[in-house]
């Protein structure tokens, strides 16, 4: 059974940083694609950061303040996240996906106060 379990979130004053971590049971995270993703009420989800083999991108709003990274040993996937704002506010959940299997984890609640 597979399962991406998230934490890190909580409460952070604007300017401040959070490590958000990952952690799978029943994959291999480096055999996947790994990312981040977060939601606010009536918005879809987004894409925040990915990770593969070599290769990591980002969306644009968060270029420069977000570090997505991976400790294989740990089978963990991390989200450095510098410079917080209000506005990434957010649930961040975990991705896992490969071909046709796509896992998520419950999400992590991350709030950012002015």
């Known amino acids: 059974q597979v399962q991406l379990v998230e934490s890190g979130g909580g409460l952070v004053q604007a300017g401040g940083s959070l490590r958000l971590s990952c952690t799978a049971s029943?994959?291999?995270?480096?055999?996947?694609?790994m990312g981040w993703y977060r939601q606010t009420p009536g918005k879809q989800r987004e894409l925040v950061a990915a990770i593969t083999t070599g290769r990591t991108n980002y969306a644009d709003s968060v270029k420069g303040r977000f570090t997505i990274s991976r400790d294989n040993a740990k089978n963990t996937v991390y989200l450095q996240m510098n410079s917080l704002q209000p506005e990434d506010t957010a649930v961040y959940y975990c991705?896992?996906?490969?071909?046709?299997?796509?896992?998520w984890g419950k999400g992590t609640l991350v709030t950012v106060s002015s």
């Open positions: 029943g994959i291999t995270v480096t055999m996947y694609n």
């Open positions: 991705n896992a996906n490969r071909a046709a299997m796509n896992y």
